[in-house]
């Protein structure tokens, strides 16, 4: 038998053998229920291996008469994306249709959606859902990219168990947001911060020096992870190596109530709307947000500037939670050489530049980490400044049962203040209970 022959026959058996696992489950009841996750993400490994295989030598080709559905967000991402498919077209020769699915929506929907053969063939969505598709034997491995083209953050986020899923599109974090006519330069350190905010602060009159969302856990976590708190360990793999009641994770908390100083109000009064109405009534000097408020203060006329978050006063940079958003080839596709060749083209140089053009995310790939579209931008060369101290968000499942009760323990930190240790102690006790029951 020839090499060829023997790599068209491998293909055909994993067809035969998930033929034979998909049915052989429909008849075993509760138990087939249990196990058709982790069969079915078995069965995806499979084929996505014998793919590879079958590829080494023609390279990766559509499949005759692919048709393709890929979903992502509204707006300057729809836009954008209907255009890049286009070129995809002229270039491919396939069909691809755009429908508009917000990329928060997109695993939820596919849940349904995939296995029902009616899921988008490429779909955007956040970076921590990946532990959650993979589990459900959602997605395809990424066989295609090179990891080492891409920021090691973004490469670790849509990465799970020792494999890489995602074709990232952008890398986004937040950071210092300042009215230049209210300060000169942004400050480089928390300790100048505070000096400005003790001398502009008018409380009465609602004027602020400093504003963030001090009881949300995804913006403290800087602060934790500054002193060198962490989620998990293992680089947010390891749930059974919690990390937020450390003795670094307490000096985190600890600044973190220190901050209450120059900012006198509780977690209540304090949102994302109201800072954003005081910042662009030039009543907020500093204000930690993300690139998704860019536009709103550019709308309002608001002459502002962005900078890295200042340093800490033990002297390290906050280390910022950074969400890569990527797009993902579904498991259930019947074209899946065409779906990973869209999701390749989608995560190039060339179609990158035209997003950051489009959409303003930043793209993390290393060769355009220093392209002129990008560092000319003081904004977006920024945001990309704090994401080299940023880290991704754990993306493993157990991850939902974080945020909950570290928001509490973030406003009795900041509400009623004491020592934060036992503080956290409770959430990370609440943390593992929740864990335990999700485990039985």
């Known amino acids: 038998m020839s090499k060829r022959s023997k790599k068209v026959l491998t293909i055909m058996l994993v067809v035969v053998l998930t033929t034979v696992m998909t ?9 087939a229920e249990v196990e058709a996750p982790k069969e079915r993400a078995e069965q995806t490994q ?6 590879k295989t079958a590829g080494e030598e023609t390279g990766l080709k559509p499949e005759p ?11 300057p991402e729809g836009e954008w994306l209907q255009e890049a498919i286009k070129k995809f077209t002229e270039k491919y020769g396939v069909e691809v249709t755009y429908e508009p ?15 029902a053969k009616l899921g988008a063939d490429v779909f955007s969505a956040p970076h921590d859902h990946v532990g959650k598709l993979v589990a459900s034997g959602l997605i395809y491995p990424n066989d295609v990219l090179k990891a080492e083209d891409y920021m090691d953050a973004a ?23 300042y009215n230049k006519d209210l300060v000169k330069e942004p400050p480089k350190t928390f300790d100048e911060l505070i000096a400005f905010s003790k001398q502009f602060n008018d409380v009465k009159n609602s004027k602020y020096g400093f504003m963030m969302e001090v009881g949300n856990f995804y913006f403290v976590y800087s602060f934790l992870a500054g002193y060198d708190g962490y989620v998990f ?3 947010g793999t390891d749930v059974n190596d919690i990390g937020l009641n450390s003795a670094g994770a307490v000096e985190g908390a600890k600044f973190h109530q220190k901050l209450k100083e120059i900012l006198p109000l509780n977690t ?3 949102n994302y709307d109201i800072k954003k109405g005081l910042f662009n009534e030039g009543k907020l000097a500093f204000n930690i947000d993300g690139p998704w408020a860019v536009k709103g203060h550019k709308d309002a006329g608001v002459n502002f500037g962005v900078a890295p978050l200042p340093l800490l006063p033990n002297g390290k940079h906050p280390a910022s939670f950074s969400g890569i958003r990527a797009f993902y080839v579904n498991s259930y596709t019947n074209y899946p050489n065409a779906a990973k060749l869209l999701a390749q083209f989608l995560s190039s140089k060339e179609m990158l530049t035209d997003r950051f053009k489009s959409t303003g995310q930043i793209p993390p790939r290393k060769d355009l980490l220093s392209d002129t579209a990008i560092t000319s931008d003081p904004i977006a060369a920024a945001f990309l400044e704090q994401a080299q101290y940023a880290q991704a ?7 939902a049962s974080v945020w909950g009760p570290m928001g509490t323990a973030l406003e009795e930190n900041w509400n009623k203040g004491g020592d934060p240790k036992p503080i956290l102690d409770n959430a990370v006790k609440s943390i593992k209970d929740a864990l335990a029951t999700q485990s039985k």
């Open 23 to 31: 049915f052989g489950m429909t008849g075993c009841g509760k138990k």
């Open 46 to 51: 499979a084929a996505a291996t014998a793919e």
């Open 65 to 75: 008469g692919a048709k393709l559905k890929v979903w992502d967000s509204e707006g």
């Open 101 to 115: 699915v917000g990329h928060t929506d997109s695993t939820g929907k596919l849940q349904t959606d995939g296995p």
């Open 155 to 177: 490469v670790q986020g849509t990465s799970y168990q020792g494999k890489w899923y995602g074709y990232p599109m952008a890398i986004e974090t937040y950071a210092l947001f």
């Open 233 to 235: 360990g293992k680089n």
């Open 268 to 270: 209540a009064d304090i």
């Open 393 to 399: 968000m754990p993306n493993v499942p157990e991850m």
